[in-house]
């Protein structure tokens, strides 16, 4: 069920942050979703259009399993 209110605000920053507070070097949706005030759905779709845009690597492992990651810096 939806928290009533208005909808949370959270920036891909602060969703950065997580993956780079993790002690593991990928996670899962559900991870972030557990430190933010967003739905494990809504972080999904938002780690998704990141993936797209670059600002974090996607992988589907075993066929269902989607794991992010901030990618490596390019090389100057």
């Given at each position: 069920?939806?928290?009533?209110?208005p909808?949370?605000?959270?920036t891909?920053d602060?969703l950065l942050?997580?993956?780079?507070?993790?002690d593991c070097?990928?996670?899962?949706?559900?991870?972030?979703?557990?430190e933010?005030?967003?739905?494990?759905?809504?972080?999904?779709?938002?780690l998704?259009?990141?993936?797209?845009?670059?600002t974090?690597e996607?992988a589907?492992?075993?066929?269902?399993?989607?794991?992010?990651?901030e990618?490596?810096?390019?090389?100057?």
């Amino acid at each position: 069920m939806p928290k009533p209110g208005p909808a949370p605000t959270v920036t891909d920053d602060q969703l950065l942050a997580v993956i780079r507070q993790q002690d593991c070097p990928v996670v899962d949706a559900a991870t972030v979703a557990d430190e933010v005030d967003l739905s494990r759905e809504r972080v999904r779709l938002r780690l998704n259009r990141m993936a797209t845009e670059g600002t974090v690597e996607r992988a589907t492992l075993n066929g269902n399993s989607v794991v992010y990651w901030e990618p490596a810096p390019t090389p100057a």
